[in-house]
């Protein structure tokens, strides 16, 4: 039995990013093929116009089986800043606040957080710990912010990028956790080209040898 679990970064309503139509296209594909996938979907909330999500959310309503997780306040850093939670200690609050806030009022209740790459502060570690069941993060990272290292909450790192033509040995991985971006600006995005690598890398194991589950469920 192999367990996958699938996780999209970006997917929010802003043109260029999960918005597009051929997201949900290449989502509902997916489904097509295996019926019972799970997608855990890493967003930011915080965009310009509040009603762009109402309406996103809604037509994500016919997509089944899906969890959020935090993706950051607005995904982007202030000019000034390498990194978007990198302020002082009370706008860094301010921000988590507010992020928080975002989802709660549409009644959902994100498990985890992806950081979109960029350094943290420690009002940052505090809510991750205070707040969430996990922290996603690319393998670099560890390299990259050895810190982390010494979180309390428990960590989940990715072992295949969608595309990527090295694939992993699953003779030696019992879970196979998937990372890709919706939209066009990256080379792991869902193209029918990615999925078909996928799909080829799955094709040794029967539907019932397969256990879809969420990022959450790996905790």
């Given at each position: 039995m192999l367990k996958v679990a699938f996780g999209i970064d970006d997917v929010c309503p802003t043109p260029g990013?999960?918005?597009?139509?051929?997201?949900?296209?290449?989502?509902?594909?997916?489904?097509?093929?295996?019926?019972?996938?799970?997608?855990?979907?890493?967003?930011?909330?915080?965009?310009e116009k509040p009603g762009d999500w109402?309406?996103?959310?809604?037509?994500?309503?016919?997509?089944?089986?899906?969890?959020?997780?935090?993706?950051?306040?607005?995904?982007?850093?202030?000019?000034?800043?390498?990194?978007?939670?990198?302020?002082?200690?009370?706008i860094c609050d301010f921000k988590l606040k507010a992020m928080?806030?975002?989802?709660?009022?549409?009644?959902?209740?994100p498990k985890g957080f992806k950081f979109p790459g960029w350094a943290v502060n420690l009002s940052f570690r505090y809510f991750v710990e205070q707040n969430c069941k996990y922290f996603a993060i690319h393998p670099l990272n560890y390299s990259e912010y050895p810190t982390i290292?010494?979180?309390?909450?428990?960590?989940?790192?990715?072992?295949?990028s969608l595309g990527d033509p090295i694939l992993p040995d699953l003779n030696l991985c019992k879970v196979l956790i998937l990372h890709c971006h919706a939209g066009l600006g990256?080379?792991?995005?869902?193209?029918?080209?990615?999925?078909?690598?996928?799909?080829?890398?799955?094709?040794?194991?029967?539907?019932?040898?397969?256990?879809?589950?969420?990022?959450?469920?790996?905790?």
């Open positions: 990013y999960g918005g597009y139509k051929k997201d949900l296209e290449s989502i509902y594909y997916l489904q097509s093929i295996y019926p019972e996938i799970k997608f855990t979907f890493f967003s930011s909330i915080y965009y109402q309406q996103f959310l809604e037509n994500l309503s016919s997509v089944k089986n899906v969890e959020f997780a935090y993706h950051g306040y607005s995904h982007i850093s202030s000019k000034n800043l390498t990194t978007e939670f990198d302020d002082s200690d009370f928080l806030e975002s989802w709660t009022v549409r009644n959902i209740f290292l010494n979180w309390t909450v428990p960590k989940i790192s990715f072992n295949y990256s080379d792991n995005h869902l193209s029918r080209e990615n999925i078909g690598i996928l799909t080829g890398l799955l094709s040794v194991y029967k539907q019932d040898q397969i256990e879809f589950c969420y990022y959450s469920d790996l905790i």
